[in-house]
């Protein structure tokens, strides 16, 4: 169990463009998902925590306009990237939050590589 | 201000020994402390997790330890297989995080046959 996918796997866009990323619980309901992305080499950066029903709630330096939240259902997330430009080419995971005992367990999708030209 | 810390970029281990990867953290308020499993281009696999009630978890072939006055944890993984070959990410939570996890930089760990 606790299964997240994420759609697509990776994806090449002109810069300018608008890409949207889909983060799905396959088994399991999540009031909160979050999403990070990955620098070669780097740990994985927190950019926004994103509960079913709400507006997300974004790290410092993360502007919302550019990164769209959207978690329109207990088991998806969508991440849009708004006139991506190639400073936003990254890895991008997912994660869903599952409750276990007292204690929230996150479980992430496979990450989505974002190149743009 | 690193709040996690993994001071060791990787470790190389002999296959059927043991494996230890350190973690440090600076916030007493870290309630919660998991570790992940990453292979490149894909996202991290939860391997185990430790309250901060606890001072070890053992799952299989992996301990987890919680040292709470000294602020560290260590995953040792015994024995060690090729299969473990991958980034280690320490992760924690709570002091009113809400759930967040804050990672680790991750330790690569290769295991030679």
């Known amino acids: 169990g606790a299964v997240v996918s994420q759609h697509p796997s990776w994806v090449i866009c002109k810069s300018g463009t608008s890409v949207k990323i889909e983060c799905r619980s396959l088994?399991?309901?999540?009031?909160?998902m979050f999403w990070y992305r990955q620098f070669p080499k780097q740990s994985l950066m927190l950019m926004a925590t994103?509960?079913?029903?709400?507006?997300?709630?974004?790290e410092q330096g993360v502007e919302k306009d550019k990164f769209l939240i959207n978690h329109a259902s207990l088991t998806l997330s969508t991440l849009t990237v708004t006139s991506a430009h190639p400073e936003d080419s990254s890895f991008y995971i997912c994660?869903?939050?599952?409750?276990?005992?007292?204690?929230?367990?996150?479980?992430f999708g496979p990450g989505t590589r974002l190149t743009v030209l | 201000d690193q709040q996690v810390k993994q001071n060791s970029p990787s470790l190389s281990v002999q296959e059927g020994r043991i494996s230890i990867l350190n973690c440090d953290y600076t916030n007493s308020m870290f309630d919660y402390f998991l570790w992940y499993k990453k292979y490149p281009a894909e996202g991290p696999t939860f391997l185990i997790s430790i309250s901060s009630i606890k001072d070890k978890n053992e799952d299989g072939r992996f301990t987890v330890f919680l040292n709470k006055s000294a602020k560290h944890l260590s995953l040792h993984i015994v024995p060690s297989q090729p299969g473990d070959s991958a980034v280690y990410f320490c992760?924690?939570?709570?002091?009113?995080?809400?759930?967040?996890?804050?990672f680790g930089k991750g330790t690569k760990l290769s295991v030679k046959p």
């Open positions: 994660s869903a939050s599952r409750k276990s005992g007292f204690t929230d367990t996150q479980y």
């Open positions: 088994d399991f309901q999540a009031t909160t």
């Open positions: 994103s509960n079913e029903g709400s507006k997300a709630t974004y």
């Open positions: 992760a924690a939570s709570g002091g009113g995080s809400q759930g967040n996890l804050i």
